[in-house]
Nanobody, 121 residues
Framework: QVHLVESGGGSVQAGGSLRLSCSAS????????LNWFRQTPGKEREWVAA?????????YADSVKGRFTISRDNTNKNTVYLQMNSLTPDDTAVYYC?????????????WGQGTQVTVSS
């Protein structure tokens, strides 16, 4: 079992920055890649970024590439971060952390509860 807890959401004006954190715990957490997804009401959940188990590989959705950075600190309770810069109102969503077997399109095994990000124009 893997337990994921997100934090760091909030409200920011367009052009601003936020950093989300996801603390991952559990006996097998080292076996999983960690991802960020986001969802707005009425839309399907969208994959945002993923980072490999060791943190050496990361990939991004085109919509956030160049603005968001995912990182992983395996020495700090397996925490994964999402640094979000140059935010726009289109980035407004609930952001979820998820654990997958691979960074390449795997179905998530575990989800966090989500954290709200609101970007105002």
């Amino acid at each position: 079992q893997v337990h994921l807890v997100e934090s760091g959401g909030g409200s920011v004006q367009a052009g601003g920055s936020l950093r989300l954190s996801c603390s991952a715990s559990g006996r097998t957490v080292d076996n999983y890649a960690l991802n960020w997804f986001r969802q707005t009401p009425g839309k399907e959940r969208e994959w945002v970024a993923a980072i490999s188990r060791g943190g050496g590989s990361s990939i991004y959705a085109d919509s956030v590439k160049g603005r968001f950075t995912i990182s992983r600190d395996n020495t700090n309770k397996n925490t994964v971060y999402l640094q979000m810069n140059s935010l726009t109102p289109d980035d407004t969503a609930v952001y979820y952390c998820a654990a997958t077997s691979s960074i390449y399109g795997s179905t998530p095994h575990y989800w966090g509860q989500g954290t709200q990000v609101t970007v105002s124009s």
